[in-house]
């Protein structure tokens, strides 16, 4: 099938804004989005090149075991080389879709706004498009991409109620809070003049396009983009490539240093530091990250008035280091539990910079600290077998985020294991 995307998006441009309405023609043949629909990932390369986008020699997509894809390398390429050009016309972008659906995302875009969400607005745009591309069926010009893409996600918007009573603290709070941020675009769908209701009222449909739209596009300027096979970057604790734009929309990777031939080309898509939120968002688990967060959070009001944030308070994988920033945070919960003065005392030496005085109080109650972090630790390492047995309980085949829960709550628990050793020892 011959296909001219520019007339296609001219179309739909100016159907937009006559009608100012999301209306389509009748559709056939939908994206099959059930669990194991097989994804055709050789047609979207195909068609992407098809279209103008250009790669590198040995640039390849390539998959281990036919459900996860990866980009890779075939060659050895110099430190910024070009990797991946991928032509405007074909990008995702909430600029774009605001342009083409104009007044027709008014009602929706009010309902985040007026529950505070504007910030969203770029990704929900996005997730319109996806949706909208997603109901044209194989009239869609992104048919084939739509059809590379995969159908189950891991991450916390997909999580339900199961996966949630076996998550720590921490990661349950995170993925939680992504499955609000699933609940509130679902929400703000029933405001979208969609020809097909049924589509709005389809909660696996609006899942999938929401995944699609998180865990696929990249934030640039303000704006949300997807270029459909620069979509298909790992990410790295190390990375490989860079993703940029040029003025006028068009994606452009590089090498950003030498990759040998046979390596992965991948991404920073967030903290290597620490694993949780990645997971939460993206549905993996980052074996690469060197640290994870101590997981303190019966002490969060404490860490905020000592001015520090979660990416602060870590425990280191290999070393069992604990960063300096934790031993303070929980100094000042035990003081504020025995001795408030000395509390504020304490407060006013971390928040003024007085080390001297800072590591004074440590050297002076470091009995106490020492004594709440083992507390703390041998808690969390009893509560990471408790939840981990419940996760085992589970049949993998009706409940699929098993195996990376399990692989998150063993990665805490390495974590958690040296961290216990360092204070034995001390
Ligand atoms: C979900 O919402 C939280 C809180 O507003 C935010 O920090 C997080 O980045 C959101 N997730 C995504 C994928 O946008």
């Not at 996806?130 to 109901?135: A, G, R, S, T």
């Not at 499955?179 to 696996?204: C, E, G, H, V, Y």
């Not at 031939?261 to 993996?284: C, E, H, K």
């Not at 944030?309 to 000042?332: C, H, M, N, Q, R």
């Amino acid at each position: 099938m011959k296909f001219n995307l520019q007339l296609a998006l001219l179309t739909l441009i100016s159907a937009a804004s006559t009608a100012d309405a999301l209306s389509f023609p009748a559709t056939a043949g939908l994206v099959d989005l059930s669990d194991n629909a097989q994804r055709d990932v050789s047609t979207m390369a195909q068609w992407a090149e098809g279209y103008g986008a250009q790669k590198a020699d040995g640039f390849e997509i390539t998959s281990y075991d036919g459900q996860d894809y990866l980009a890779v390398t075939q060659q050895n390429l110099p430190a910024g080389s070009p990797v991946l050009y991928i032509p405007s016309d074909l990008v995702f972008s909430s600029n774009k879709a605001a342009a083409e659906f104009g007044g027709a995302l008014g009602e929706a875009e009010q309902q985040l706004a007026v529950a505070n969400l504007q910030d969203f607005i770029p990704l929900f745009r996005v997730f319109v498009k996806v949706l909208i591309e997603y109901e044209k069926g194989a009239e869609s010009p992104w048919f084939p991409w739509l059809n590379s893409l995969p159908r189950q996600y891991y991450n916390g918007a997909s999580m339900t109620s199961a996966c949630f009573d076996c998550l720590p603290p921490y990661a349950a709070w995170l993925a939680l809070t992504e499955r609000i941020n699933l609940t509130n675009f679902k929400k703000a769908s029933k405001f979208l003049p969609l020809s097909n209701q049924a589509i709005a009222n389809d909660d696996s449909i609006l899942t999938w396009a929401y995944n699609v739209a998180v865990t696929r596009s990249i934030e640039w300027n303000g704006e949300r983009l997807i270029a459909p096979m620069a979509d298909f970057f790992n990410h790295g604790a190390e990375t490989e490539v860079d993703i940029s734009y040029d003025a006028d929309g068009n994606c452009m990777v590089y090498s950003s240093r030498d990759v040998p031939a046979g390596s992965p080309l991948r991404v920073s898509l967030g903290d290597p530091t620490n694993p949780s939120p990645l997971f939460a968002t993206y549905g993996f688990l980052d074996e690469s990250s060197t640290a994870t967060f101590c997981k303190l959070m019966h002490m969060m009001d404490e860490m905020q008035q000592l001015g520090y944030s979660f990416s602060d308070l870590l425990f280191f994988k290999e070393t069992g280091e604990i960063s300096a920033p934790v031993y303070d945070v929980v100094l000042y919960y035990v003081l504020l539990q025995n001795d408030p003065g000395t509390a504020q005392g304490f407060l006013q030496a971390v928040t003024s910079g007085d080390e001297a005085t800072k590591n004074q109080f440590h050297e002076q109650y470091f009995a106490y600290t020492k004594e709440e972090l083992q507390k703390h630790v041998d808690s969390t390492l009893a509560d990471l077998d408790r939840l981990s047995t419940i996760a085992r309980s589970y049949d993998v085949r009706t409940h699929p985020r098993v195996p990376v829960i399990l692989q998150h709550n063993a990665f805490v628990k390495e974590t958690f294991l040296k961290v216990k050793q360092t204070l034995d020892n001390m």
